[in-house]
């Protein structure tokens, strides 16, 4: 699954616009301006979403690999096209507590970002599991934390978003999942172009909202249905010369999942097509 990782908030300010042809004219930004910043920061992070999602249910039987027994498993990301975009995959370390019914796995550092994740199993009781057990295992609950500062092309972007998901319907011969949960992003940054500097602050509180995946998740890489929404609200702003303009983003965006790798984005009454093995929205 590739990902764009964490950058989607930039996009915030660098595809909001811009100028006009006059280099110290005003700075115009539009309310479809704020629409398309607000959906193009959200489908990335979406896509991002789903990617780790996917990443979950490996730790599974009867997901897109083989049964996953005694949970040493870490969440690792490595480099797949182009950059920054990369492949949720997991791998080994973690380790299961007794005292907290849990697995907690190492931080991994890359790119200037540390990721953090710890997960459970849980019986139909709710009952703290050791292993995963594909028969009795009916539950399973992910936390994913990513935070630090990513230097990129002309700028950088201090990130951190947070998410708790869990997922349901695993007991038993599966055909499908179902993944719920919430999340938080609050992101920072700059980008230094030749004559303009665009500054943004952003942060999201996320509900996924019963989002089913078929299995085996080798050919059903994509959600069926469900949804994620984003209440996404934070500041920019856009220099040209001596000319500076700030605004202020305040949206809900609805992601909606139709069994393909194109969801449905809307942002009030404007709809979007996003793919989400690039995370990239086109306005219908």
Same mark, same amino acid.
């Given at each position: ?6 950058? *989607?908030?930039?996009?915030?300010? !660098? ?21 398309q910043a607000a959906v193009i920061s959200a489908s990335d992070a979406t896509a991002e979403d789903v990617s780790i999602l ?18 040493? !498993?870490?969440l690792s990301r490595t480099p797949s096209g182009a950059t920054p975009s990369y492949a949720w995959t997991f791998g080994t ?19 200037? !970002? ?33 935070? *630090?500062?990513h230097v990129a092309t002309a700028g950088a972007d201090t990130v951190n978003r947070d998410r708790s998901l869990t997922v349901? *319907? ?105 793919? !989400? ?8």
């Amino acid at each position: 699954m590739k990902r764009s990782l964490l950058l *989607g908030a930039p996009m915030l300010v !660098l595809m909001v616009a811009a100028c006009s042809s006059d280099s110290t004219g005003p700075i115009s930004i539009t309310a479809a301006d704020i629409n398309q910043a607000a959906v193009i920061s959200a489908s990335d992070a979406t896509a991002e979403d789903v990617s780790i999602l996917s990443a979950s249910d490996m730790t599974m039987s009867g997901g897109a690999v083989q049964n996953v027994v005694g949970g040493s !498993l870490m969440l690792s990301r490595t480099p797949s096209g182009a950059t920054p975009s990369y492949a949720w995959t997991f791998g080994t370390g973690c380790t299961y507590s007794a005292s907290t019914g849990r697995f907690s796995c190492p931080p991994m550092t890359d790119g200037g !970002l540390t990721l953090n994740r710890d997960y459970g199993f849980f019986d139909a009781n709710q009952a703290a599991q050791s292993a995963y057990s594909a028969s009795t295992t009916a539950s399973a609950n992910f936390h994913v934390n990513v935070a *630090g500062v990513h230097v990129a092309t002309a700028g950088a972007d201090t990130v951190n978003r947070d998410r708790s998901l869990t997922v349901s *319907g695993l007991a038993g011969a599966e055909t499908s999942r179902t993944w719920n949960g919430t999340g938080t992003r609050n992101d920072g940054g700059y980008r230094q172009e030749t004559d303009v500097k665009r500054n943004y602050h952003t942060t999201d509180a996320v509900t996924v909202s019963n989002v089913v995946v078929n299995l085996p998740r080798s050919s059903n890489p994509w959600p069926m249905s469900g949804s994620i929404t984003r209440q996404i609200s934070g500041t920019a702003s856009v220099s040209k010369a001596e000319v500076s303009k700030s605004f202020a983003v305040s949206r809900t965006v609805t992601i909606t999942f139709n069994g393909t790798q194109y969801a449905t984005v809307t942002v009030g009454s404007d709809t979007y097509t996003l793919d !989400l093995s690039t995370g990239v929205a086109t306005k219908n």
